[in-house]
């Protein structure tokens, strides 16, 4: 069992509320990631960072923004939600030279 | 663009038969290849994963088939359990491409009939 954690597990906020996903990973992985991922659905990324200082964008173009400033820490922040962003959102993280990933159990956010 | 599917959204199987779960992948320079298991409420689970240079490799009660020359993958499970329900979802990448490669297919969910 990966040990990455997420809180929180459910969110319900309103439009134009500030936010941060939280994600923490014990392992010592330098690689982290944030998914989106509709229910049932493939996942998209949409941040990663390689290590410590290091944030890029994923595939799919977010509003959201990321921070690495501790290696066992990602938290990903919207600024100002919308219903659009409403979705589930998973962290993960892998080693240097692992193809795979190990992830967190999600947060389920819902805006209205 | 390029991009990784599974034929079926949903896939229902009796408990105790064996369980196919196919997927089809269009992108030719991806060498590496993972099976992950998302049940309701949690995040993907790895499973397994096979690299281009072999055409079978198995788990328990798990086993992935990779055909390079239809790009084709399969995940069977033997003697399906109920706690075998979940999502499945192929991933493809690139050895040494490191997981922000991977690319994702829909998924496909399996059901186990009592």
């Known amino acids: 069992e990966a040990d990455i954690y997420q809180t929180p597990r459910y969110l319900v906020i309103g439009t134009g509320k500030k936010i941060t996903l939280e994600c923490s990973q014990t392992?010592?992985?330098?690689?982290m990631y944030w998914y989106q991922q509709d229910p049932g659905m493939e996942l998209h990324l949409i941040h990663y960072?390689?290590?410590?200082?290091?944030?890029e964008k994923g595939d799919l173009s977010s509003e959201s923004t990321v921070s690495r400033i501790r290696t066992e820490h990602f938290p990903l922040t919207l600024e100002s939600a919308r219903p659009s962003h409403t979705s589930q959102y998973l962290c993960?993280?892998?080693?240097?030279?692992?193809?795979?990933?190990?992830f967190g159990n999600g947060t389920r956010l819902t805006v209205t | 663009g390029e991009s990784v599917g599974l034929h079926l959204p949903t896939l229902s199987v009796q408990e105790g038969d064996n369980s196919i779960i196919n997927c089809a992948y269009s992108?030719?320079?991806?060498?590496?290849f993972i099976w992950y298991k998302q049940e309701s409420g949690k995040g993907p689970q790895f499973i397994i994963d096979?690299?281009?240079?072999?055409d079978k490799r198995q788990g328990q009660r798990v086993t992935v088939l990779l055909n390079k020359t239809v790009k084709h993958l399969s995940l069977q499970i033997a003697a399906t359990q109920p706690g075998d329900s979940a999502v499945y979802f192929c991933a493809e990448n690139m050895i040494g491409g490191g997981a922000d490669g991977l690319t994702f297919g829909k998924g496909t969910h399996l059901i186990i009939q009592p």
């Open positions: 993960a993280s892998s080693e240097y030279g692992q193809g795979h990933l190990h």
């Open positions: 960072s390689y290590g410590v200082n290091s944030t």
């Open positions: 096979i690299r281009s240079n072999m």
């Open positions: 992108n030719s320079a991806s060498d590496y």
């Open positions: 392992m010592g992985h330098d690689k």
